[in-house]
Structure formats: C-alpha cells, structure tokens
C-alpha cells in the first residue's frame, strides 16, 4: 500500500471516529442547556459540536468518494470532490453560525438565570479537552496529506475545544454577569464564520483552477529547473492546477529543430524527475517541445 493511500486511510478513520465523538457530546450538551441549565452558551457550543460533527462527516464520505480510480467519465479521477466537501462542511458552518446569533441576541437583550452553571461547565470542559486533544492529534497524522478537507476538519475540531472553553469560562461567569452566556455565543458565532469563509474560499479557488501564490511560486522554480537541463533553450506557458492533495501541470519547453525524439524524451524525463523529486506533490506533468531553428541554419 502506497504512502498516499495510507495517509488517505488515515484520514477517513479520523474523520469517522470524531464525527461520532462530536455527535454524542453536542446532543449532550444541547439536552442539558436547552431543558436543564437553560444556558445559550452551552446549548451554542452543543449545536457547534453537532456542525462540526456534521462537518467530519462529510469530509468522512468526502475521502471515501476520492480514493475511487479514475474512470471513462472522470478522467481525472475524483480529486475535487474533496474540495466539494469542503463546500459543502463550510455551509453547514455558516447555516450554524446564523442560528446561534439568533439565539445569543435574544439571551443579550434579555437575559436568564443559568441553572447549575458548574455542572455545565465540567461538560463543556470534558468537550473542550476531548475536542481539542483529537483536533491536534489529526493535524499532526494528517498535514502531510495537504488535503484542504482533512485541514478543515482538523481546524475545525480544534476550534470546536476553543469554543467549548470560551463556555466554560462563560459558564462560571453566568451568576454574576449573566450577558456573558449571549457573548460567548456572539464569539463562537464569530470563529464559525471566520474558518468557514476561508474554507468555502480556498476550495472555491481550487474548483476554478485559480493559481494562488505557491501555484507562482511553483512555477518560477519549475521554468529554473527546466532551463538548466541540458538541451533546453527555454521553458514557456507553465500551467499548474491544484486537485485535492496534488498538482497537476503543463510544461513547453524550446529546443533544437533537429533533436531526435528519443534525445526529447531523456530530456522531458529527466525535468520531471527533477521536478518530482522537488515537488512531490506534483502527481502528472504533461511536457511539449517546442522547435526553434538552429544558429546557422
């Protein structure tokens, strides 16, 4: 089994068992601050655990749907329907962000008494440490997937731990300064909206075949190496796209009229050994020759 399946493997397991995890401790969390401690906060951060559970959840089905082979109808196989499930996590992110502003305004203007606020607190403590212990444990066993859905999903569990101690601290404050439930709702509001733009953005731009700074990058240090390979005048209309963790690019490079195809071909192999070798993230370069007229010709 190939590195990129395994990290791929990994990364669906993760996103299942946290998926299930954030299941269980956000209808926890919403039962007791909805019917028991009438908190807005803890209620917040339950319906957040259940988003982002959600959220794992599609990245879930995302990754099992991109490791299926390339086939007559997608010919480039199903990177991309990673960055759709990005999408599609994020708008889920953004709906739960709305409903929890709504909540939190209606608990600003006028506020409750929050029942047993240190039993609310030890929960939503337990889902913070939980949260946060699986959200750095999946940044460190996925980041070298560079896949945006698994960074997400990541981002977004760590976010959730964030948020659950942003209700702690809320919670313990409720029996003096009862507006705090409404503003840790405000800002739990606030991180949603922020991580779930920047993902609807960055998988957006990969749809579109946008080239963002290290696609230029990238491609500068290609048309170097390329240049300095022996049998190269020069190198032009460099073309590089993102699909889900890999790159694909094209490459034209000058050379003599009267090369063989077989002196072409060392050539062609020898740049993208070069370049793989410095980008591994570069799965398919496709490389033409262009032919200019030799000096004396």
Not at 158 to 178: E, N, R
Request: net charge positive; charged share 20%.
């Amino acid at each position: 089994m190939g590195e990129k399946q395994k990290l791929l493997e990994k990364a669906d397991h993760l996103a299942g068992i946290t998926a299930l995890i954030l299941f269980i401790l956000g209808f926890l969390q919403v039962l007791l601050g909805e019917f028991f401690l009438k908190s807005v906060a803890l209620t917040a951060n339950g319906f957040d655990c259940i988003g982002d559970g959600f959220v794992s959840a599609v990245v879930w089905v995302g990754l099992k749907v991109f490791r299926r082979p390339a086939d007559h109808k997608f010919h480039y196989g199903y990177y991309k329907m990673e960055n759709l499930a990005s999408i599609g996590a994020a708008v889920v992110m953004m709906i739960l962000a709305g409903y929890i502003v709504f909540r939190s305004y209606n608990q600003f203007i006028d506020p409750h008494k929050v029942q047993l606020p240190l039993v609310g607190a030890g929960i939503a403590l337990l889902a913070a440490v939980i949260a946060l212990g699986l959200g750095v444990y999946k940044y460190k066993r996925g980041k070298k997937s560079k896949m945006s859905s698994v960074r997400l999903d990541a981002f977004n569990t760590i976010k959730d731990g964030i948020a659950s101690g942003l209700t702690v601290v809320a919670l313990l404050l409720a029996p003096v300064f009862p507006q705090s439930d409404a503003i840790v709702g405000f800002i739990i509001a606030g991180i949603i909206v922020s991580i779930g733009f920047a993902a609807i953005k960055e998988s957006s731009y990969m749809l579109v075949d946008a080239c963002d700074g290290e696609c230029i990058d990238k491609s500068y240090i290609i048309k170097k190496i390329a240049e300095k390979t022996e049998g190269v005048k020069a190198a032009h209309n460099i073309s590089l796209r993102r699909s889900g963790p890999v790159m694909q690019g094209e490459l034209e490079l000058e050379v003599s009229c009267d090369m063989t195809v077989r002196e072409f071909n060392k050539i062609k192999n020898s740049v993208v050994k070069q370049v793989k070798d410095r980008f591994p993230d570069i799965e398919r370069l496709t490389v033409s020759a262009k032919t200019v007229e030799t000096e004396g010709d």
